[in-house]
């Protein structure tokens, strides 16, 4: 594999909002937004900066470009990015649930991220009664010119704003889910789209510190909300009123057994959508914790496969103990190459190939030939004196593989001191 290259000396991002990377093919470029923090490099000077990080993928250069200073020092924050069909760049970001305000930024020409027009903003205060917003999810439907950003906001469930300028401006659009709160927050959700006329999403209950969680899986298609079967759940999707996303389907039950381990407090990882319609999706869950909420010492990774039919779920590899002490369910996480499903970027601090602990987070490349049943691991990263967390394969070109990744040391979301480094190679 290539040489690892550091893309942004200080840096990190949550999953929940997409795409966090892109390349461009048509400048052969690869942009990654981050939040840095006040413990890297530029200090509090620069903690809570919204920012891209540009590479030119032939030369290797990099700059950073700034969308907003010193918004917060939270990876929540990390902008969502998306290439509008006259090339230029939309970057869509909030803050963690402490404003009202969606924000977005265009860049002034196309494929060109260095400069960008003014910052607008979408205030979500009377439809949430000031209880804030999080999260920028942005998928654009060819056949319905919409282009959607899914948000967490109305009783913080995930809610949606519309364009149909491609990203100039955004109203209301309705609610995607909603039910009772328990705990902190509504359903964890992640989508993929197929850029055309579908959406599909998996979703929590709530987090899964406050609820023992199930997973399900649904899509958006013709202005109306599906289950897998391709049944219709609810009124339209653009509409504040909305079905609780326990009608859809459930691809991982709470209390499901998996080699001897009951499997609790579940929670969203990745999807990802191949050109003939398969999906593959990364799950998290809790082994072995009873009593409940006593043991997070044993994380276990899950991939979901779906084949139009039915959905299949096999256990990945071991996630080892909660990442942070204070968020019991965090762990390095997973990511799907969305140019070959078969093909996995895990870390963790367990080796998949012997179950041995290790010192720190380490990247290791898993690849299946049955559907998720079994797994080949290579080590990406190995021996490494920190910790390597939240891989993302990049979208956007398939002959290029760009796997990304933060390594450092991180305490809380809002705390870390770690650098954004990649794999960038062309694919065989």
């Known amino acids: 594999m290539a040489t690892v290259q550091l893309i942004n000396d200080n840096g990190a991002w949550c999953w929940f909002q997409d795409e966090r990377a892109l390349i461009d093919p048509v400048t052969n470029t690869l942009l990654v937004g981050s939040i840095p923090a006040p413990e890297g490099p530029g200090g509090e000077a620069r903690a809570g900066n919204v920012e891209i990080a540009v590479v030119d993928l032939a030369t290797g250069d990099s700059e950073v470009v700034v969308l907003h200073e010193r918004l917060e020092t939270d990876d929540h924050n990390t902008a969502a990015l998306f290439i509008r069909p006259d090339g230029r760049y939309l970057a869509m970001y909030t803050k963690h649930k402490t404003d009202n305000l969606t924000r977005w930024r265009i ?12 910052e607008q903003s979408f205030d979500w205060a009377e439809l949430t009664d000031g209880r804030g917003v999080t999260y920028s999810n942005l998928h654009h439907l060819a056949d319905e010119g919409r282009l959607y950003n899914f948000a967490r906001a109305i009783n913080d469930d995930p809610s949606i704003l519309v364009s149909t300028d491609d990203g100039t401006t955004f109203d209301f659009g309705g609610k995607l889910f909603t039910r009772p709160k328990i705990g902190y927050v509504n359903g964890y959700t992640r989508y993929v789209s197929n850029g055309t006329d579908r959406i599909d999403l998996i979703t929590t209950d709530h987090h899964p510190r406050d609820y023992n969680n199930s997973i399900y899986h649904g899509y958006i298609s013709g202005g109306a909300l599906h289950s897998s079967d391709g049944t219709v759940v609810g009124g339209p999707v653009l509409d504040e009123q909305a079905p609780s996303q326990v ?16 499997i609790t407090h579940a929670w969203t990882t990745d999807i990802r959508r191949a050109p003939d319609g398969r999906l593959a999706a990364i799950l998290t869950g809790r082994a072995g914790d009873d009593p409940e909420n006593s043991n997070f010492s044993d994380h276990r990774f899950f991939y979901g496969t779906f084949d139009g039919g039915t959905w299949q779920v096999h256990h990945l590899a071991k996630a080892g103990g909660a990442l942070l002490p204070h968020e019991e369910d965090y762990t390095g996480l997973v990511a799907i ?15 998949p190939r012997d179950d041995s602990a290790l010192d720190h987070h380490e990247i290791f490349h898993g690849r299946t030939t049955d559907g998720g049943a079994s797994w080949d691991w290579t080590p990406v990263t190995e021996n490494s004196d920190v910790d390597n967390l939240r891989p993302i394969v990049v979208p956007g070109d398939p002959a290029t593989r760009a796997v990304l990744w933060f390594r450092g040391s991180m305490t809380a979301s809002q705390h870390y001191r770690c650098e954004v480094v990649g794999l960038i190679e062309k694919r065989p």
Do not use: Q, R
């Not at 020409?109 to 960008?116: C, K, L, R």
């Not at 190459?337 to 080796?351: F, G, H, N, Q, R």
């Open 107 to 118: 860049s002034s020409a196309p494929h060109d991220a260095t400069a960008w027009e003014p």
């Open 247 to 262: 009608e859809l389907t459930t691809i991982l039950a709470a209390g499901s057994e998996f080699a001897g381990a009951t």
């Open 337 to 351: 190459d969305p140019y070959d499903l078969d093909s996995v970027y895990a870390s963790t601090p367990i080796d």
